[in-house]
């Protein structure tokens, strides 16, 4: 089970931090992410860690403005959001997958998926 927290309403150029909590099962070796899907769009991928530190991938719209981190001894996942923009609003989904050699930016590749939470960015 992944539970995903942090959202909320902020103005352009502003900051959250989305958490994903997993419980319920071992994640040890899983990769661990971040979709996203804002109104009249399919879900797109945004970030994802592996494992290891350093195994990370970030889709091209957010890179040098989002961070994701991971605590495994909490099998918590962190998205650090900076510099927001309107067109960042969406509904965020946290996900996971078992091990993979590569970290997956396919959403049909992830097994497990959080409730989502609202991320809105005013003008």
């Known amino acids: 089970q992944l539970q995903a927290s942090g959202g909320g309403l902020v103005q352009a150029g502003g900051s959250l931090r989305l958490s994903c909590a997993a419980s319920g099962r071992t994640f040890s070796n899983y990769v661990m992410g971040w979709f996203r899907q804002a109104p009249g769009k399919e879900r797109e991928f945004v970030a994802a860690h592996g494992w290891s530190a350093g195994n990370i991938k970030y889709a091209d719209p957010v890179k040098g403005r989002f961070t994701i981190s991971r605590d495994n001894d909490k099998i918590t996942v962190y998205l650090q959001l900076n510099s927001l923009k309107p067109e960042d609003t969406a509904v965020y989904y946290c996900?996971?997958?078992?091990?993979?050699?590569?970290?997956?930016?396919?959403?049909?590749?992830?097994?497990?998926w959080g409730q989502g939470t609202q991320v809105t960015v005013s003008s």
């Open positions: 996900a996971a997958r078992s091990y993979y050699s590569s970290i997956p930016v396919i959403e049909s590749l992830y097994e497990y």
